[in-house]
């Protein structure tokens, strides 16, 4: 007999083969073999969103790499040009934290600037060594050793390039305006650097007195208030206005010989509920019949006196935010410190004050505007103290603790403060950038899914001025200049150029050791008062500025690369982030978007669906896993999951991928074993006109399965290749077009028809799988590339290089095959049936002892009989197969005919005495004989 024969391995032993293919891959260039091989056809640039260099790599940059490669792996072999250029996002906060922490606070606040941005350095690119490492070990293919960093001195130039272009659009301006400020980090924050957390606030219900209340209150005697509702008490001594809601009614509660204004829809929760001021009733006008109301957009214009200062008067004013939901109706308004307070500010002349400190403590001093009372203090120590000094002068009506969604730092995890400073600002509507950016979203880019788009439309639309600058050290410096003589800020285009110069030649560090004079030149001098004193100021860019402009950077810097980008793949989060500020950038400075499309995934978390955490002890970690499986199963793993919403990982999940693993890894085996040194598609192959019936039944089959892989990766859903891929794999492949063949493969003679028509197929299912799991199984099909048949394989040696799969008939035809494979698998699942019972009653072991009398519908009977049919007792294993037309599909199971013929056991009549043989069928005399 013919048996199968490889020297492919059963056991793969990943963990041990993958690093020294990873090897053979460095020492023989197969990223650059790559770039060669398809060189000058077009370009498919995926641009690499940067991840942040601090740590080793985790399970969710996996998941993003791995996906990147997939696709490039996908583009290259469709013989496109697929540079992929890795980058790391090298300044900002959390690693500034980390040499805080290794430094003590004390010691790093009085390091100078240039040492400890130089320390930064250094663990950026430490930390970049070891997540290279762990990338490069995953099998994603690139130009790892020229990767772009945001520290670069090209990337610092891009950073002001991109402001510059911006700065003389007129979208970038300098404004005081509230900000998430952190006072344990002394920065501004930016939205997306914003955690949400519950939190438990005193919620205080305050009354201020009116200086001139409604007359029909007034005639009562008793004092008038308007009470307001904060949970933030501290920033009290900053208010300037108290805002109602226009439409909606208020009232006069009467209650402790005062009147207290409020919302009609609230009071009786606020006065009984909450202040338990049981006697409190609405106030009714004498001589008149109803209680006194009011609409907000009465009051407007009423002034009372300040709750701190007493000598201020505020304002009472309208605004379409207020709801009836809690509190009061009427809300406590300090511009200095809120966003929509501070827009109520603007429309109303309301005094803009700010009366703390960078470390979240209050200016010293007895006026409005600082903390008076309470100067020095931190506002958490603020906030008893100013709840204490309203209960003693008898405003506080009443105080509860609530608990809350509030803004968190997303580094130090605190509470941030909201707090006005003067800061540098993208402008989203002055120029119209918003517009544009929304156009290019929803009209100009591809996004997968589709519903990102909406998402990410959505964040544009409502998002406010982008405040850029941050009171750091690590970054690149906002080119800005102080006149040192008459205070002045200065900033112009000659200076822009000057610097731009500067940090090409000596990257951002030269901002903070030389001195303006010396590389301004004739720029240095103030506009305003002609002195030559300019001190170069102290903020930096955002850290997503520098990010975002890498379209600059390094997709316009790179002549291999191209601007705008093919794509960009990141997680969901960045919808927010990277996504967000490359589209603000370009657009802002070309008015382009960067990308033509953009994939975004989800997060990876543990099998139960909750975020991995040490905790928790529940984090997989992918070098870990590369040592015990192999980076295949990781990548696997990827291809298994729907990377478009949130996926789960754990062992569990990882053991059922290894299985599936094996499937793959055994077919390969299987087919190999029957080609590898004995066929060769180009001069053993058999033309498709004449293959066997069943032989052409499965090319059809293949070549349908080839289409919908091929438009899964095209749409980028992996997992739909992968499921396609496996289910052909395990249940038509395995289970049953391979098990039939073997009956061909074993006993025919070598170099037949019957067997070579075989091996065509087979190789045809090889060159398919190598290339449509290339992408997947990067090593293990590279792996497979040793064994199998030259014309499988374009006759190259790394799977990398391997040309997209062509099927070899038109999936027209292949469907019109299709519905005769339809038809006999659904006989076969009726006849197998029927001969599992057979075995189960003890009639017959084996289905080769069977015959079978089966039964088709008249159009499945006209199909199986047609001219595409095939011989259906080889596809299902028996003796014989006897189909008549029927009602439905039905078989009944019977002896086979003759005898048992010993080498292959198949019953046939034919089985007797031939050429000295006892017990062997005409066919196996006959394999024997040659
Ligand atoms: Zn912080
Ligand atoms: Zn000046
Ligand atoms: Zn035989």
């Known amino acids: 007999m013919n048996l199968p024969k490889t020297g492919f391995p059963m056991r793969a032993g990943l963990a041990k083969s993958e690093p020294a293919r990873l090897a053979a891959w460095n020492e023989n260039h197969v990223y650059e073999q790559l770039m060669k091989k398809n060189e000058g056809h077009k370009k498919f640039v995926l641009h690499d969103g940067p991840p942040y260099a601090n740590g080793p790599i985790h399970i969710g940059h996996a998941m993003n790499k791995i996906s990147k490669d997939m696709i490039m792996r996908y583009h290259a072999m469709q013989g496109e040009q697929t540079p992929y250029v890795p980058g790391w996002d090298c300044h900002g906060q959390p690693i500034e934290h980390k040499v805080e922490e290794k430094l003590g606070t004390a010691k790093f606040n009085a390091t100078p600037t240039a040492k400890i941005r130089e320390m930064c350095h250094e663990f950026a690119v430490e930390n970049i060594e070891l997540q290279k490492a762990g990338f490069r070990r995953l099998g994603v293919l690139?130009?790892?050793?020229?990767?772009?960093?945001?520290?670069?001195?090209?990337?610092?130039?891009?950073?002001?390039?991109?402001?510059?272009?911006?700065?003389?659009?007129?979208?970038?301006?300098?404004?005081?305006?509230?900000?998430?400020?952190?006072?344990?980090?002394?920065?501004?924050?930016?939205?997306?650097?914003?955690?949400?957390?519950?939190?438990?606030?005193?919620?205080?219900?305050?009354?201020?007195?009116?200086?001139?209340?409604?007359?029909?209150?007034?005639?009562?005697?008793?004092?008038?208030?308007?009470?307001?509702?904060?949970?933030?008490?501290?920033?009290?001594?900053?208010?300037?206005?108290?805002?109602?809601?226009?439409?909606?009614?208020?009232?006069?509660?009467?209650?402790?010989?005062?009147?207290?204004?409020?919302?009609?829809?609230?009071?009786?929760?606020?006065?009984?509920?909450?202040?338990?001021?049981?006697?409190?009733?609405?106030?009714?006008?004498?001589?008149?019949?109803?209680?006194?109301?009011?609409?907000?957009?009465?009051?407007?214009?009423?002034?009372?006196?300040?709750?701190?200062?007493?000598?201020?008067?505020?304002?009472?004013?309208?605004?379409?935010?207020?709801?009836?939901?809690?509190?009061?109706?009427?809300?406590?308004?300090?511009?200095?410190?809120?966003?929509?307070?501070?827009?109520?500010?603007?429309?109303?002349?309301?005094?803009?004050?700010?009366?703390?400190?960078?470390?979240?403590?209050?200016?010293?001093?007895?006026?409005?505007?600082?903390?008076?009372?309470?100067?020095?203090?931190?506002?958490?120590?603020?906030?008893?103290?100013?709840?204490?000094?309203?209960?003693?002068?008898?405003?506080?009506?009443?105080?509860?603790?609530?608990?809350?969604?509030?803004?968190?730092?997303?580094?130090?995890?605190?509470?941030?403060?909201?707090?006005?400073?003067?800061?540098?600002?993208?402008?989203?509507?002055?120029?119209?950038l918003r517009e544009q950016a929304l156009d290019q979203v929803l009209n100009h880019v591809a996004w997968y899914p589709d519903h990102a788009k909406n998402r990410i439309g959505a964040m544009v639309e409502q998002r406010p001025d982008w405040c850029i600058s941050r009171q750091r050290n690590w970054g690149v410096p906002i080119p800005s200049f102080t006149c040192a003589d008459c205070g002045e800020k200065v900033m112009n285009d000659a200076m822009l150029d000057a610097v731009i110069a500067l940090f090409k030649e000596k990257g951002s560090d030269a901002w903070f050791t030389d001195a303006p004079e010396s590389y301004l030149g004739e720029a240095c001098v103030c506009p305003k008062c002609g002195g030559h004193h300019l001190k170069a100021d102290r903020d930096i860019l955002d850290v997503w500025w520098d990010s975002g402009v890498s379209w600059k950077a390094v997709c316009e810097n790179r002549p291999e690369l191209a601007y705008p980008a093919d794509m960009y793949l990141e997680g969901s989060d960045q919808h927010r982030g990277w996504f967000q500020s490359s589209l603000l950038t370009s657009v802002g400075a070309n008015g382009v978007a960067p990308y033509k499309a953009v994939v975004s995934q989800g997060f990876t978390l543990d099998g139960q669906g909750r975020k991995m955490s040490k905790s928790l002890g529940n984090v997989i970690d992918p070098n870990k896993?590369?040592?015990?499986?192999?980076?295949?199963?990781?990548?696997?793993?990827?291809?298994?999951?729907?990377?478009?919403?949130?996926?789960?990982?754990?062992?569990?999940?990882?053991?059922?991928?290894?299985?599936?693993?094996?499937?793959?890894?055994?077919?390969?085996?299987?087919?190999?074993?029957?080609?590898?040194?004995?066929?060769?598609?180009?001069?053993?192959?058999?033309?498709?006109?004449?293959?066997?019936?069943?032989?052409?039944?499965?090319?059809?089959?293949?070549?349908?399965?080839?289409?919908?892989?091929?438009?899964?990766?095209?749409?980028?859903?992996?997992?739909?290749?992968?499921?396609?891929?496996?289910?052909?794999?395990?249940?038509?492949?395995?289970?049953?077009?391979?098990?039939?063949?073997?009956?061909?493969?074993?006993?025919?003679?070598?170099?037949?028809?019957?067997?070579?028509?075989?091996?065509?197929?087979?190789?045809?299912?090889?060159?398919?799988?190598?290339?449509?799991?290339?992408?997947?199984?990067?090593?293990?099909?590279?792996?497979?590339?040793?064994?199998?048949?030259?014309?499988?394989?374009?006759?190259?040696?790394?799977?990398?290089?391997?040309?997209w799969y062509e099927a070899p008939i038109a999936l027209d035809e292949a469907n019109r095959y299709g519905e005769v494979l339809d038809a006999a698998m659904e006989l076969r699942g009726v006849v197998t049936k029927a001969i599992e019972d057979a075995r189960a009653e003890g009639t017959f072991t084996k289905s080769q002892e069977v015959r079978v009398r089966a039964w088709a519908p008249a159009e499945a009977y006209a199909l199986l009989t047609g001219d595409m049919a095939c011989d259906l007792a080889e596809f299902f294993i028996v003796s014989e197969v006897e189909l008549e037309s029927g009602e439905e599909f039905a078989a009944e199971v019977e002896p086979a005919r003759g005898e048992r013929c010993d080498r292959c056991w198949n019953y046939r009549e034919s089985t007797g005495e031939h050429g000295g043989h006892a017990h062997i069928c005409a066919r196996c005399a006959e394999a024997l004989e040659a």
């Open 142 to 432: 690139g130009d790892w050793d020229h990767p772009y960093l945001t520290l670069y001195h090209e990337h610092d130039a891009a950073d002001i390039e991109v402001f510059k272009a911006m700065f003389d659009k007129g979208m970038i301006y300098r404004g005081r305006k509230p900000v998430h400020w952190c006072k344990h980090c002394h920065t501004a924050l930016a939205e997306a650097e914003i955690e949400y957390a519950d939190e438990v606030s005193p919620s205080v219900f305050v009354r201020f007195e009116l200086i001139d209340a409604p007359e029909a209150l007034a005639a009562s005697g008793l004092p008038v208030d308007v009470v307001i509702w904060t949970t933030t008490p501290w920033t009290l001594p900053a208010n300037s206005g108290v805002a109602l809601s226009p439409e909606a009614d208020y009232v006069a509660v009467e209650a402790g010989g005062r009147l207290g204004i409020m919302a009609k829809a609230l009071w009786e929760k606020v006065f009984h509920e909450v202040a338990h001021l049981e006697d409190a009733r609405l106030f009714t006008p004498a001589g008149a019949a109803e209680p006194w109301v009011a609409q907000g957009a009465d009051l407007v214009g009423t002034t009372y006196k300040h709750p701190i200062f007493e000598d201020v008067t505020g304002t009472v004013v309208t605004a379409d935010y207020v709801t009836l939901e809690d509190g009061t109706g009427c809300v406590h308004t300090a511009p200095g410190h809120g966003v929509d307070d501070y827009y109520t500010g603007m429309r109303c002349n309301l005094p803009i004050i700010m009366p703390v400190d960078d470390d979240g403590r209050f200016y010293v001093g007895e006026g409005y505007g600082t903390g008076g009372p309470f100067s020095g203090m931190d506002t958490d120590e603020a906030n008893p103290k100013i709840i204490e000094f309203l209960a003693e002068r008898g405003t506080l009506l009443a105080e509860k603790k609530i608990n809350h969604s509030y803004p968190h730092c997303w580094r130090c995890k605190n509470p941030t403060i909201f707090r006005a400073t003067d800061q540098w600002f993208v402008s989203m509507d002055e120029t119209g």
């Open 625 to 803: 896993v590369c040592d015990e499986m192999g980076a295949d199963i990781i990548r696997l793993w990827v291809a298994s999951v729907d990377t478009s919403s949130d996926v789960a990982i754990d062992h569990e999940i990882l053991a059922r991928t290894s299985d599936a693993y094996r499937r793959f890894r055994n077919t390969f085996r299987f087919l190999l074993g029957e080609l590898e040194g004995q066929f060769d598609p180009e001069r053993d192959g058999v033309p498709f006109e004449e293959l066997l019936p069943l032989d052409k039944l499965m090319v059809a089959r293949l070549t349908q399965v080839q289409a919908e892989v091929d438009d899964a990766y095209r749409g980028y859903e992996f997992n739909r290749a992968y499921r396609t891929l496996y289910d052909f794999v395990v249940t038509e492949l395995s289970n049953v077009y391979l098990d039939a063949l073997k009956d061909r493969l074993y006993c025919e003679r070598p170099g037949s028809l019957a067997r070579r028509s075989a091996q065509t197929v087979l190789a045809e299912l090889l060159s398919m799988l190598l290339r449509d799991l290339q992408p997947i199984l990067s090593f293990t099909c590279d792996e497979v590339m040793a064994y199998a048949p030259a014309g499988c394989r374009d006759g190259q040696t790394y799977a990398a290089l391997l040309e």
